[in-house]
């Protein structure tokens, strides 16, 4: 089941909002999302904000993780992210394809790829790991 109509509601008021983030696919293992570049997502040089690139990534992740949690998670947190930087863009959309790589009971393993939709070249690779939370017994 396509989850994006409802994550673009959760995230009403929070920093993936402020950045304009769409997402326009999430299901069990996959997150897809985009922004078109504005001045808010520039850093002072004129170029992309790494922050900027790294918070689509990121909330894609995040919200896979949740989506792909199981029943009795209360909820997760980042242990660990590596992002390797390959270029940048100053205008267009800004894309996001999170998927899932590895899920256990105690963590998940994500990759992200972020890429400039109009010149169709990768911007970002992104990886993070998250671990699950469950009831203290």
């Not at 995230?11 to 983030?21: A, E, K, N, V, W």
Request: hydrophobic share 40%.
């Amino acid at each position: 089941m396509d989850m994006s109509a409802h994550l673009n509601q959760l995230q009403t008021g929070s920093l993936p909002d402020f950045l304009r983030i769409e997402w326009t696919e999430a299901r069990e293992g996959i997150v897809r999302g985009r922004f078109t570049v504005e001045r808010r997502h520039m850093a002072p040089n004129g170029y992309l904000h790494a922050a900027s690139v790294v918070a689509l990534a990121d909330s894609a992740c995040g919200y896979g993780c949740r989506i792909a949690s199981p029943p009795e998670a209360t909820g997760f947190t980042t242990i660990e992210i590596k992002t390797n930087y390959l270029g940048t863009t100053r205008e267009g959309v800004v894309s996001c394809d999170a998927r899932l790589a590895h899920s256990g009971r105690m963590t998940q393993v994500w990759d992200a790829v972020v890429a400039s939709e109009a010149a169709g070249k990768t911007i970002a690779l992104f990886r993070c790991t998250q671990m699950l939370l469950y009831p203290k017994t």
